[in-house]
């Protein structure tokens, strides 16, 4: 057994499909297929996208511990068929093709920098890039998207919403911050590079359509909000304890992100102390922050490695694709001799949908952590104990309890 | 069992001590009590870091899985007395002193902000913060320096240096890079301040000095780089395998860090792919990089998940200290009252002790995923797979075995 | 992460199939279909089994994590689709179907004494023990046989074998034991039974008809060998590492399993320890057990946690099958009223093919074992180390390096 | 993070001491030092010990996270100190003792039967064997006890009983069985032997001297009993959450063990299912088995790797100690040659104190299994899921509701 909300994951990019299975689901929870369908959706929009989404098109198939549309307690199993397998039946077999040529099996012989390619081939002693490329492709996040959903669900039953936007996409960037205010993914999934301010999101375009003309590719910056979050998440305990650890290996583990911040995060080590702390205050209105408030809210709703009930905030950073239709110099792996890498994919930027991914990796880690904090093998066991847990809380300061 | 190298600590800021137990260190590793003593005394060096370092003085005791200089395959266990324990004996009690008043049980009634405080009273139900903040003390990094001292060791007989540096405090900030150059740490451990470029070291004291005049504090950003790490460690395979998440997770698990990034990091997000991504070149010298090269180390020594061979370099924000002279807002727990927090210590600094952490921390990460892919119960075990991997890995190439 | 070679399942009994993801298993293993196929089948045969073994017949499907005939690093996963699901499409739909009546939702409201039924009702909160007894279900180990015959391909690789046979059904057994010579499944997968003693197979089959002829059903006991493990593998350093603790999970992980001896077992609780422990002495040919012999191998080829290199031994105590013709007392749900418990199923044996999920527990708990120690990305890293770890131990007595 | 109640123990049986540290433990445990005293006096009595427990005479002193006779939510840390190290500090110097000669240094060249010591040297690369047995050897124990302690306590808070009896001792045995009775521990811990039935303790007893005065050892059988554990801990949904998974690694683990069995066990193996499944009635009264009872508690508190709120019912097998008198032969690693294995320590059976260690390792699982289900970060949420957890069970079944 390992964490408590847990999901692993297996699949090729253009194999037979993507499987995932999440372990700690209570039960009682209701779930549908459109319930994953509708973030894997989400995930496949964004402009700048190339033709493979059309293929892509996700359709999760619940096939296992959900039945009569509630979770049942068994680990729910998740299918995400591939529509394009058909055309890659002899390049993906799994018996021995030795008949087929390198170009039918669509080997790929020269590493593409920024991929995993090169590393895999000498880390797993391989000599086709493909065996590498197809499990490092950016496609196994439907995976995570699938088990993010069921997550999501969880939260939804307890008030707790998750949602992203994009801040960054190449140079463009804006400051306006996804906490102020409510129902952020309404106003972000309106916008087809996910970014909630209308003027940054059309200059975002522009630079997508500028770096497509000259073959090249864009990152960029998403932060993800979570709401609702109740005080005392984590723990300031053991390391691996921490809220922020565990949200720090969940954002840099999607393929291609290269930061990740919590609250004022960088910029915070640019300011002095007095600038940054929030103050605390009473307010007994306020029952997810055990009844107190703070003037701001620089924490990302993080203290100690614990939630401290104000909006959790993370934002992280994605490197541009690495696969450009101007190409990149690699080495010619059967020749030794200097090559232009291949390109699999034509996408010029995926900021908008890697930010739905990243609200699947918070979602998940803040489903393991309720379930560590308050227990529950079923939805009403749960919300039991997360009610009563947050009125405790609101009862513990001395002056209250008299 | 947990991972391969795995720490585990306990202990109170003002308590017994500090105790760390380091499970999975392969038998015959040469490691003496000065191998231990010499990275906690790199942790309470630095400008700016006030009266309670002298106390704290920290000099561990190896007390088990150590026989005559060497390990013996046994848990290894580290205990750091805390000298200033004397002073607490009736508030750091462990068994019941009903006839002690709050003052001399030292009890805080007042939560910190930007501490664990107030969110760790609610979670655990406490009402004295002092419960909370013995343990939430970055004292509790003593025990980990001490873990990554036995990780640091480990790595050198393999040829891998971990070193650190810091390139921002507060508002001052150097671009020198520490991959830049080898043997880091002398170069850094020569100024209090941990910055290799004496101008900004000179900026960083004085910046520091203001901070003290006005009772402020200062955060700032330190990189660590590990150097001779070979090509093929972490996964690209599976979420939790990435060693990037892994890093992500024991940066962000440091006491007030904010943000973590790997090579260029948030800088990555702006630029565009063409300059971003490493083209890759044959370089038959170059074991360790699996006998390729990269024109450049943008990634920072990962890709999808796995190192590159390249140096691997990582920067972490650290906020400013949480414990101001100028107090901060917040409510006396007994009344409900606004009130000024109380402040435990007087530090205005501590990026360059908390770099030695992040030192710490990179190295247990390295040595837990050497021994994941190379296994080895004893050191002589482990060179020789650790050697044979390298040059199985530098023959992969089809044109090499040609 | 979790463990070296992880597997995780999903599925019901009677939903669309079994899913298993297996972690950690190096790149370039061969595995076709068939290997899979091949303990599928074992599985499913033996006397004294039901008809619902004819419908189950289970071909497991690779799906992911082999691409031409070998494993490239990525999870393999292998799906069990299950035949008869076809007429349960009402009874275990994912969706709701609040049109469909308790009968064709096939509720079961009488929980059946031995099975989980009652016990998971309460815990999870449900009020039809279908959800609970659809995961309960035994069929489950049809997963965990398919990742078995992935770590059996494995440990075949380093010339591991790991066997099976039935010692007691019911009140008949026989002293014969697995040990004694080669290749035991050849000998046991010949009877109907998995029995190599002829005439005691014989007296088997007769208590099997018996109790099928009075309504009842036979637990048994049966023996897992594991021929060709190497010395060394597990640890004494810390309980969790211990072998035979991790043993003693994976088989009493299995359903119906009540008891698990190792080597010995209860019987050496009897004896004085002059007639239990192994004596020592010298054989330069036995490679695999460091060059030592022992002049018996009452400890199963485990001393301290460790493989001793002798034939591994573990005998598991299977209680009879709870789903009897002749039912049992328990209480009508919906009334509160005594009444007696569904039948679901109608074997009188099952305890030839728990022996073979018991092979497929300890060939996946070997396999973890053998990466833990030696490490490995690929088969051909794995070997390598493999063959210089038991070089290095031949050598290590003083007198042989001498 | 691991588990929920997770304890990790160092220290070598000579050397400064036992160190384990206890992580998940709840805040506002009340904890005093007598409590684990009171174990580890417990652990050391017995029938048939030599004169080392004498000088062992264990004394845990709690050093971290417990503060004013309570805990706070840290981990837990308990120091064992070895009254006899003083004897031991050049053969177990931490430091290197390059004049020191093998007698000085203790060395043990003879690798003794049934000892870890053989099979540690060869894995671990070592060439003297104390390298191993100093952790191997059973004193490792104590810190286990220490651990359990603590989960007593909590087990305690929650009116869950943890004892054991001793039921065999080499060919003497008897068949009362500790589930027929409360307060089993007073009744044990009355005889030396920790046998309830006083006949069969006197025949233990001779059992012991005859062994004694031959040079020989004795193994046996004890039994551990949980009385008021909930249904409901564990899980049927995944293989690795049985709780018969889990107890059976937890026993196994314990030095020495060589089977375990629940409920019947092997018994079952033997009977018809008509004689081994326990029939459900209705029991409005029996609050922790959610109001139900069984005719019997064949299965020993366990179905579907769930507890049914009988009581836990758990056996396990120890073979003879394995440092006799009567020494067994080996071979000297100096020279090869045969000779007679040294002796270590001389108790002639410890069986007793090993069922010490059992009730420890059982609490520890239901410590975990009890956090897992219910959660709580202080002992007043943990009361409070808890209660309503089982009131809740109490009223699932659909006649309840109506």
Not at 55 to 84: M, Q
Not at 140 to 148: H, I, K
Not at 176 to 184: F, P, S
């Amino acid at each position: 057994m390992q964490g408590h909300f847990h999901f692993t994951t297996a699949g090729e990019s253009h194999g037979e499909g993507m499987y995932v299975i999440v372990e700690g689901v209570p039960a009682g929870l209701a779930l549908a297929p459109h319930d994953v369908a509708l973030d894997l959706a989400r995930r496949q929009l964004g402009y700048g996208r190339g033709g493979r989404m059309q293929i892509e098109r996700d359709a999760g198939r619940i096939v296992a511990g959900v039945r009569l549309g509630e979770t049942i307690g068994s680990p729910v199993a998740i299918v995400i068929p591939n529509r394009d397998h058909a055309n890659w039946q002899i390049a993906m077999s799994v018996e021995a093709r030795p008949d087929a040529g390198d170009e039918e099996l669509r080997r790929v012989l020269l590493p593409r920098p920024g991929h995993a390619d090169l590393v895999g081939l000498l880390k797993y002693g391989r000599s086709d890039a493909r065996d590498i490329l197809e499990r490092a492709s950016a496609r196994e996040t439907s995976a995570r998207v699938a088990a993010g959903a069921v997550a999501r669900r969880l939260l939804g039953e307890l008030g707790i919403e998750v949602g992203s936007h994009v801040v960054r996409i190449g140079p463009v960037h804006t400051d306006k911050r996804g906490e102020d205010g409510t129902d952020l993914n309404r106003r972000s999934d309106a916008s087809d590079v996910r970014c909630i301010d209308h003027e940054t999101a059309e200059r975002m375009r522009s630079a997508i359509a500028e770096a497509a003309a000259k073959g090249d590719t864009l990152g960029g910056v998403f932060e993800v909000v979570a709401r609702g979050v109740p005080v005392g998440l984590g723990s300031h305990v053991s390391w691996d304890r921490r809220l922020d650890a565990r949200i720090g290996a969940a954002m840099l583990s999607i393929q291609a992100m290269k930061g990740v911040e919590i609250g004022l995060g960088f910029e915070a080590a640019g300011l002095p102390g007095s600038r940054v702390h929030d103050e605390i205050s009473v307010d007994p209105t306020s029952l997810r922050t055990g009844g107190f408030q703070r003037s701001r809210n620089n924490a990302g709703g993080l203290e100690g490695g614990m939630t401290t009930g104000e909006p959790l905030v993370v934002r992280v950073a994605m490197k541009p694709l690495s696969s450009l239709t101007r190409p990149l110099g690699s080495v010619d792996l059967t020749t030794g001799d200097a090559a232009e890498a291949v390109r699999e994919r034509s996408d010029v930027c995926a900021v908008p949908a890697a930010a739905v991914v990243g609200e699947a990796m918070l979602a998940i880690v803040l489903a393991d952590a309720v379930l560590e904090k308050y227990g529950g093998d079923s939805m009403t066991e749960l919300k039991s104990n997360f009610e009563a847990g947050i009125e405790r809380m609101n009862a513990v300061a001395p002056f209250r309890s008299s």
